[in-house]
């Protein structure tokens, strides 16, 4: 974190991310990718996160965390399994090398669905402000220095990958600020319910 946050006496800080995850057998098939990156290009893979689909990163009071945990139920109940499809090697220049998803749009939609509802909620105060996905994406390696991603690109922007799989739910994993290993605070599955969510003043007000 780039600010440091003002401590409430009584309450710990935690760090927050929520995500969808693929099968077992397609988790094991990245992590296989990642390692040989890893191994090729001289980088650290983070052992105590599995690959997986990011929609958000934020940084909250555990008092808040209750509250967060009902709306994100909500946008679930309210929401449909989406199919993902992964397609090759995508990079953000300079520093990521990524798997590409192919099925980009209703994971947006699920992004915008929670930001709609959520946002306030996922921010202690105007300096730390949740981080939302813009571009779906598996991470292979990132924070890559300039040689580790002109050679990893020039090798990967031609190599060929395929995966595919059906997000039912997505979870919330959570870390005290500062600690490394997460764990779930929250799964939410995808019903597909008719539901109006719509955020009540009360429900924003801290």
């Known amino acids: 974190m780039k600010n440091s946050i003002q401590a409430i006496p009584g309450y ?8 969808l995850n693929p099968h077992e057998e397609l988790r094991n098939k990245i992590m296989h ?7 090729k290009y001289k980088t650290n893979i983070p052992l105590h996160l599995k690959p997986n689909l990011t929609l958000v990163n934020f940084v909250q009071y555990e008092m808040m965390e209750e509250r967060i945990v009902q709306r994100l139920k909500a946008v679930a109940m309210g929401f449909h399994p989406i199919k993902i499809e992964l397609k ?13 998803v192919v099925s980009k749009l209703p994971i947006q939609d699920l992004v915008k669905q929670v930001r709609t509802e959520t946002q306030r909620l996922m921010k202690p105060d105007n300096d730390h402000k949740p981080w939302f996905m ?31 799989f ?33 955020s009540t003043k009360q429900g924003e007000l801290f």
């Open 33 to 39: 990718v990642k390692e040989q990156f890893a191994e």
């Open 88 to 100: 090759d090697f995508g990079s953000f220049p300079s520093h990521t090398i990524f798997i590409n």
């Open 134 to 164: 813009p571009e779906p994406h598996i991470t292979i390696a990132r924070k890559l220095q300039p040689w580790q991603y002109e050679k990893g690109w020039l090798e990967y922007r031609h190599r060929h990958f395929t995966g595919r």
């Open 166 to 198: 059906i997000a039912d739910a997505m979870l919330l994993l959570k870390r005290p600020a500062g600690e490394l290993q997460y764990r779930v605070a929250g799964r939410f599955e995808f019903q597909n319910l008719l539901l109006q969510t719509t």
């Open 12 to 19: 710990r800080m935690y760090e927050y991310s929520l995500l």
